[in-house]
T-cell receptor, first 115, second 114 residues
Framework: GAVVSQHPSWVICKSGTSVKIECRSL??????MFWYRQFPKQSLMLMAT?????????EQGVEKDKFLINHASLTLSTLTVTSAHPEDSSFYIC???????????FGPGTRLTVL | AQSVSQHNHHVILSEAASLELGCNYS??????LFWYVQYPGQHLQLLLK??????LVKGIKGFEAEFIKSKFSFNLRKPSVQWSDTAEYFC????????????FGRGTSLIVHP
């Protein structure tokens, strides 16, 4: 199956700093990438949908100025958590799809801890 | 807005027992339905999917799911579970009314005792 990587797999940062998370589709071109947040024992909460070359579409309640998404190529999308605070600590997961409305291939996730 | 309900949050079974996990969705238009599994320490992967055609879908590792349109359901089944099926299971829906944005259920934690 298709492979999606995320980097880093975990990160610890101080409050107020910014953190960038990369999501790459390794063996296919992803027309769309999704960014999710997963809280312990809870479901995946979709944060935004990212299409290559266009602005990301954010879900209601997600601050676009805080969670900056860049989808510069068909194989790379980045999520930058700006001025991170302890409440931003979470598990962030990306997924990518090659076609429309089809199967998503998930990355392994990034554990963010903000001190 | 579309929503997905997974009624069983925690399921504990012994090996060889049969499994059925419930999934109901709220939207009545055209839907694409998915079951994903997340094994401990691993990323989500697709178990099976339904787009159209035969409502009984067979997936990997002996899993199957049945799409019942009248009940807005897509329950996951396996006749005989194994210890290695211990994982978190997520139902997901993408619908025409929701612009095909994926919506996930809250997940079901399955523990299979050997």
């Amino acid at each position: 199956g298709a492979v999606v990587s995320q980097h880093p797999s975990w990160v610890i940062c101080k409050s107020g700093t910014s953190v960038k998370i990369e999501c790459r589709s390794l063996d296919f071109q992803a027309t769309t990438m999704f960014w999710y947040r997963q809280f312990p024992k809870q479901s995946l909460m979709l944060m935004a949908t990212s299409n290559e070359g266009s602005k990301a579409t954010y879900e209601q309640g997600v601050e676009k100025d805080k969670f900056l998404i860049n989808h510069a190529s068909l194989t790379l999308s980045t999520l930058t958590v700006t001025s991170a605070h302890p409440e931003d600590s979470s598990f962030y997961i990306c997924s990518a799809e090659a076609g429309s409305y089809n199967e998503q291939f998930f990355g392994p996730g990034t554990r963010l801890t903000v001190l | 807005a579309q929503s997905v309900s997974q009624h069983n949050h925690h399921v504990i079974l012994s090996e060889a027992a049969s499994l059925e996990l419930g999934c109901n969705y709220s939207y009545g238009g055209t839907v694409n339905l998915f079951w994903y599994v997340q094994y401990p320490g691993q990323h989500l992967q697709l178990l099976l999917k339904y787009f159209s055609g035969d409502p009984l879908v067979k997936g990997i590792k002996g899993f199957e799911a049945e799409f019942i349109k009248s009940k807005f359901s897509f329950n996951l089944r396996k006749p005989s579970v194994q210890w290695s099926d211990t994982a978190e299971y997520f139902c997901a829906v993408r619908s025409s009314g929701g612009s095909y944005i994926p919506t996930f259920g809250r997940g079901t934690s399955l523990i299979v005792h050997p």
